[in-house]
């Protein structure tokens, strides 16, 4: 059959210039390279925090509620949170473990590189002024959610979609189950996209996290809390857009990606 993988690599730029040419790519190191049961919910965004390690966002692998139950399992790195410090090699592995990750302290059972386990499709992900990691994920039929993700939590997936049991819709036992900051359903929209915290010169905006819909192009900002708990959110609009990524510049404007058009737009 068709093999499918999700690869993490790093690449050496030669003789970009400020004319915009990127410069050829070569050189591949490849960091992580993981099998793929689906061509869904696989991998999406890279971040470094500001502990200087990389986080790694690997969705369950497909298809359909988490057939291969990856999401509770902490042996994989499917349905996921990575962090791995690619500035120190370990043996012939090209990154090391840090060791204050969960497999080296409180989760020994764990997968050597997983933070957090229990996602569904975390693609996009930013770290907040405090440093914390705010993830966007997708739901499945019912809802979608923004997390405050932490060293060693479990989100949920597959037990839970948002706030709820998922499958069966009751009686689920979410004993160890961080719960998101905010949900909204299937009515407003159908596959969330994170954001970044604005840090522009728009008073009403300043420190809100702001994300959207793929699907229906709506725009939210939430005020994010001191602890993990439930807030509301603030409707900032809807336009004819496939909202596929977010940006940040140096004065802190929002930018946000049309995957239809190709076009790029500032929040103002």
């Known amino acids: 059959g068709e093999s499918r993988y999700s690869r993490v690599s790093r690449w050496t730029v030669e003789h970009p210039d400020d004319a915009g040419d990127p410069g050829e790519l070569k050189d591949e190191l490849v960091y992580l390279e993981v099998d793929q049961p689906y061509q869904n919910h696989n991998a999406g965004r890279l971040a470094f925090g500001p502990d200087g390690m990389l986080y ?16 509770q399992n902490p ?8 962090r791995i410090d690619v500035n120190k090699a370990d043996g012939e592995k090209p990154y090391s473990i840090p060791e204050d990750n969960p497999y080296f302290t409180d989760k020994p059972g764990w997968a050597r590189e997983v933070w957090a386990i229990g996602l569904r499709n975390p693609w996009k992900y930013s770290f907040d002024p405090k440093g914390r990691l705010i993830v ?11 997390s405050i993700v932490g060293k060693s939590q479990n989100m949920g997936w597959n037990t839970t979609e948002g706030f709820h049991c998922f499958e069966p819709e009751s009686g689920c036992n979410k004993t160890g189950i961080t719960m998101p900051i905010y949900e909204y359903d299937h009515e ?4 969330i996209t994170g954001g970044y915290v604005y840090l ?4 009403d905006l300043k420190g809100k996290y702001i994300f959207g819909d793929f699907i229906k192009g709506r725009l939210w900002a939430i005020d994010l809390p001191d602890k993990p708990e439930k807030v509301e959110a603030y409707a900032l609009g809807k336009w004819p857009m496939l909202i596929a990524t977010f940006g940040r510049d140096s004065k802190g404007e929002i930018y946000v990606a049309d995957f239809a058009s190709g076009r790029i737009y500032r929040l103002h």
């Open 56 to 71: 790694i966002g690997w969705g369950d692998g497909g298809w359909r509620a988490d057939p291969n139950k990856n999401g």
């Open 200 to 203: 522009g010169p728009r008073e």
């Open 136 to 146: 966007a994920d997708v739901g499945q039929d019912k809802y979608e959610e923004v």
């Open 75 to 82: 042996l994989t790195v499917l349905g996921a949170m990575l």
């Open 188 to 191: 407003d929209g159908q596959s």
